[in-house]
């Protein structure tokens, strides 16, 4: 996708907690910065969605978590996804 503005996503914030977003390039989205919230959202010809509606939820991505490892799921999701 289209490198975005840097400015611009300087002033964007997540509408569901106003933390500050991060690029995704790889899956054209928008991700939350704020761990707890985690909201990936969609970019379309550039245009950032940021419309909670729009939003794909972190727990959508399919992750196995041993049960030995459910009080530390953050850590479990987050080695998932350096794969
Ligand atoms: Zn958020």
Redesign the pocket.
């Known amino acids: 996708m289209t490198q975005l503005n840097e400015a611009l996503l300087g002033i964007l914030a997540?509408p569901?907690?106003?933390?500050s977003l991060v690029v995704d390039y790889e899956a054209s989205e928008l991700v939350?910065a704020?761990p707890e919230?985690?909201?990936a959202y969609p970019v379309r010809d550039s245009i950032p969605i940021l419309l909670v509606d729009e939003a794909r939820a972190p727990g959508h991505r399919r992750v196995e978590v041993p049960e030995t490892a459910a009080d530390d799921v953050t850590h479990v999701v987050v080695r998932a996804e350096d794969e």
């Open positions: 997540c569901n907690c106003r933390s939350c704020k919230c985690g909201l």
